[in-house]
């Protein structure tokens, strides 16, 4: 999914921003680390087995993905927060494509353009909409198809990434070409899907066991 923080639209910018042997890979390097170390322990607890169930699944999966959704944005405050010393302050990268997604919606479905103020509330929307439906998807073919949870969501977020930031995204015009971004961009997107799909398995898990 592409994150609330987005891809800048500007390649060069980015460069600079995410140059190899930056924070980003060492604190990449410790959050899949943290990952493995997580999804080989999962409690016991999180697998006891329960009657398929396509709208518990779904709700599950829905509280998770909204949980995970907030996990990618403080994913990427850190990552904001690690970098900051080394970008120039003054730099925004233009505009997430949550945003311009949302921009996208209402000029095209209520002719309407959206002031910064409604952009500020719009892009998060989308971000936790988006979010927020994919896991409820997710939850729900977990139900029937318990093998899209193996890897403790991993696959999921990964496959999530390929399908919406490298495919979806640039496709919409929400982003330029992945070919023009350089690979540390690539590699933080991939690592905050991570996240994601992470989050949202061990959420979508406790909330499901609940619903039993």
Known sequence: MFSET????????????????GTFYRLSSYLLSLLSSISRG?????????????????????????????????????LSAMKSDDSDSGDSGG???????AS????????????KKEKKVAGPAVHYSLGGGVGAIYGAATEFLPEVSLGAGLPFGAAFW???????????????????YPPSVHLEALA?????????????????NLLR
């Open 162 to 180: 390929l399908v919406a930031d490298e495919a979806a995204v640039p496709a919409l015009g929400l982003s330029k070409a992945p070919t023009e």
């Open 42 to 78: 999962l409690p016991m607890w999180f697998s006891k087995k329960q009657s398929p169930s396509s709208w518990k699944g779904a709700v599950a999966g829905l509280v998770g993905g909204l949980a995970a959704s907030f996990a990618m944005n403080q994913f990427h405050a850190a």
């Open 192 to 208: 905050s899907h991570l996240v994601y799909g992470l989050t949202t398995e061990l959420v979508r898990r406790g909330v499901r």
């Open 6 to 21: 987005g891809r800048s639209s500007d390649p060069a910018l980015l460069e600079k921003r995410h140059g190899i042997g």
């Open 95 to 101: 505009e997430p494509a949550t945003v311009k997604a």
């Open 104 to 115: 996208a919606i209402s000029e095209g479905a209520f002719d309407h353009t959206l002031t």
